[in-house]
């Protein structure tokens, strides 16, 4: 597969899951308000993460450096859900 082509589909990928993601928060009526303040602030950064990956991923199915920018846009996703849930479940320890 071409590298544009795989940085396209990957991009296509990672916006339906964050869309989906997102779309469950909102029709749960959940949000990171109600997180304790010294953990909220690593759900953010996750969430952060995770919109500047899946920027990344678009980068590159524009064809400009695409091997780089599709490695860090997957590296950036992957990281930012696992910094969600340490952040929901260190809230839940508190």
Do not use: Q
């Amino acid at each position: 597969m071409e590298p544009v082509t795989r940085a396209t589909a990957l991009f296509g990928f990672t916006s339906v899951a964050a869309a989906i993601t997102v779309s469950g928060m909102l029709v749960a009526n959940w949000g990171a308000g109600i997180l304790d303040n010294r953990v909220e602030w690593v759900f953010w950064a996750g969430a952060i993460l995770g919109g500047v990956g899946i920027g990344l991923l678009g980068l590159a199915s524009l064809g400009a450096r695409t091997v780089g920018l599709t490695r860090a846009g997957l590296g950036l996703f992957m990281v930012a859900p696992v910094l969600c849930v340490v952040a929901v479940f260190t809230d839940y320890w508190i």
